[in-house]
């Protein structure tokens, strides 16, 4: 199993409670950034982390099929550590 994070975004904060539990039911941690602020709207950043054993674009097509349906937005994904949101 590899470690990955991935970078999302919800355009409206009351979307994010949903989406959470989503990801905790399918293994994932969801964090917040309270730091990462859009100043014209009220869009919430995060980062997700877990474990896999798909490819990248596998990955992906995954986490973004549990955000999508609750209005997320999956920015950038790789394996390791979490990052700095929109710094890779």
């Known amino acids: 199993m590899k470690r990955f994070a991935a970078e999302v975004l919800f355009p409206d904060p009351n979307d994010v409670a949903n989406a959470s539990a989503a990801l905790t039911a399918a293994g994932c941690e969801l964090t ?51 990052w700095l949101p929109s710094a890779q």
């Open 32 to 82: 917040l950034d309270p730091a990462a602020i859009d100043p014209d709207s009220d869009t919430v950043f995060g980062m997700v982390v877990g474990t896999t054993e798909l490819d990248l674009n596998a990955l992906g097509d995954w986490n973004d099929g549990i955000i999508t349906p609750y209005g997320g937005d999956l920015i950038q994904w790789n394996y390791g550590a979490p």
